[in-house]
């Protein structure tokens, strides 16, 4: 039984450090009204070099299925050489783009979750594709640090 303790505590410390390790997603909380937060997202975008492609509501649909919320939107970004000519290098990667950060409210606070591109990684062998979706997830790392410093204000 002994010997059995140390591997099963290495397994279980792993198990543990995996999501740590293999982040699929970026959240933040902040504490600046839904709004708010919204323009300063868009903001945010634009400072990063990004064009604004679209802003969706999703919360429409959700109501219709008995949720209880009105404030739920996917911002839509990209920039647009660069996506045309990925999606013409690669049309692979056209249902991943523009890219996306969905933003909704929680009571006081607002979220905002976005996928990780790095883990697109793990499914092309291409150094350039690579490059790309660090700087991407870079990118939208700033973007939701940016609103979640904000949150004092």
Known sequence: MRRLRLPLLILLLAGLLRPALAQDLFMVRSRVP???AMLMLQEAVREQGYTLSRVQRVD???TNMGYKTDKYRVVFFGKPEQVRRLTREHPELIPYLPLKIAIFAEETDTLLIAA???RMA?????DELTAVFDQWAEDIQAMLDRLQAAEGM
């Open 34 to 36: 839904f709004a708010e």
């Open 60 to 62: 429409v649909g959700l």
């Open 116 to 118: 990780n591109p790095r």
């Open 122 to 126: 793990e499914f092309y062998g291409d």
